[in-house]
Nanobody
Framework: QVHLVESGGGFVQAGGSLRLSCAAS????????MAWFRQAPGKERDFVAV???????TYTDSVKGRFTISRDNAKNTMYLQMNSLKPEDTAVYYC????????????????WGQGTQVTVSS
């Protein structure tokens, strides 16, 4: 288990950009698979992107070419750079830590942040 805190959410117009951060506590950050999920009101929590120990990444189709996931193990931080934002991207974004690769469902992640709201206006 690791404590995760998201930041960087906010209100942005369509076509704009935001950079989300996920700060982790603990000494084993570099051993975790790290992922971003998002959840819109009344919807299920959906996979967005994941990054493994070696920097390998996978994205959901709807964000490919627009979002970039990265990590800085020295800072115990994961990032999600979001460009060309669309109203459909509006959701609470959560970071998660896991121990398996690849995993795209939320059930297998053992640690979660509290989420950060991203609102994209049209």
């Amino acid at each position: 288990q690791v404590h995760l805190v998201e930041s960087g959410g906010g209100f942005v117009q369509a076509g704009g950009s935001l950079r989300l951060s996920c700060a982790a506590s603990g000494r084993t950050f570099s051993t975790y698979v790290m992922a971003w999920f998002r959840q819109a009101p009344g919807k299920e929590r959906d996979f967005v992107a994941v990054i493994n120990w070696n920097g390998g990444t996978t994205y959901t189709d709807s964000v490919k070419g627009r979002f970039t996931i990265s990590r800085d193990n020295a800072k115990n931080t994961m990032y999600l750079q979001m460009n060309s934002l669309k109203p459909e991207d509006t959701a609470v974004y959560y970071c998660a830590a896991g121990s398996k690769w690849p995993v795209y469902g939320p059930a297998e992640y053992h640690s979660w942040g509290q989420g950060t709201q991203v609102t994209v206006s049209s």
